[in-house]
T-cell receptor
Framework: GESVGLHLPTLSVQEGDNSIINCAYS??????FIWYKQESGKGPQFIID?????DKRQGQRVTVLLNKTVKHLSLQIAATQPGDSAVYFC????????????FGGGTRLMVKP | EAQVTQNPRYLITVTGKKLTVTCSQN?????MSWYRQDPGLGLRQIYY???????DKGDVPEGYKVSRKEKRNFPLILESPSPNQTSLYFC???????????FGQGTRLTVV
């Protein structure tokens, strides 16, 4: 079946640098995408979302880019901080599903001081 | 404080002994769902509910039951747990279908 996936399982960056986490999705019927952050021992925490009628959305230090042509989603974190160290998941909801939030496998972000 | 509360946080049980993991949200959300998280498999949806008395299967519903008798509660029931149901379970709720989901802190279940 169709699924959400990630390119890199682990990303290591220097504190203060920008981070880019990528995600490829295969379901062209998806119309809503979310990035979640999961710290050790905690549940996933919402970071930012984007709908399919947009190609970019910015939050505080984070930006999500959506390229529907190549079915690619990315999360950019500016000035990465030690507190950003976590596992990041992209998730999608197809427009033909009730509430089928489908998650990718996750990317671990490690921030070096 | 707006939150999703799961209980228990940790549970060790034996094969075949029925158990229930409770989930409660105080945000008056319509949508609630259950996920399991396993290494290498990520988060997979077990069941979801779009409103009271409305539930539907997710990706991996086998071996699980749910109920939605009240808006705030969405318990996950394992009638006869097996070792392959050892996992980390998360409950989530959201206002609607295309809105962010709020997750509970998780329940780590071990079936021996």
């Amino acid at each position: 079946g169709e699924s959400v996936g990630l390119h890199l399982p682990t990303l290591s960056v220097q504190e203060g640098d920008n981070s880019i986490i990528n995600c490829a999705y295969s379901n062209s019927a998806s119309d809503y995408f979310i990035w979640y952050k999961q710290e050790s021992g905690k549940g996933p925490q919402f970071i930012i979302d984007i709908r399919s009628n947009m190609d970019k959305r910015q939050g505080q230090r984070v930006t999500v880019l959506l390229n529907k042509t190549v079915k690619h989603l990315s999360l950019q974190i500016a000035a990465t901080q030690p507190g950003d160290s976590a596992v990041y998941f992209c998730a999608e909801i197809p427009n033909n599903a009730g509430n089928m939030l489908t998650f990718g496998g996750g990317t671990r972000l490690m921030v070096k001081p | 404080e707006a939150q999703v509360t799961q209980n228990p946080r940790y549970l060790i049980t034996v094969t075949g002994k029925k158990l229930t993991v409770t989930c409660s949200q105080n945000m008056n959300h319509e949508y609630m769902s259950w996920y399991r998280q396993d290494p290498g498999l990520g988060l997979r949806q077990i069941y979801y509910s779009m409103n009271v008395e409305v539930t539907d299967k997710g990706d991996v519903p086998e071996g699980y039951k749910v109920s939605r008798k009240e808006k705030r509660n969405f318990p996950l029931i394992l009638e006869s747990p097996s070792p392959n149901q050892t996992s980390l379970y998360f409950c989530a709720s959201s206002v609607g279908r295309n809105t962010e989901a709020f997750f509970g802190q998780g329940t780590r279940l071990t079936v021996v």
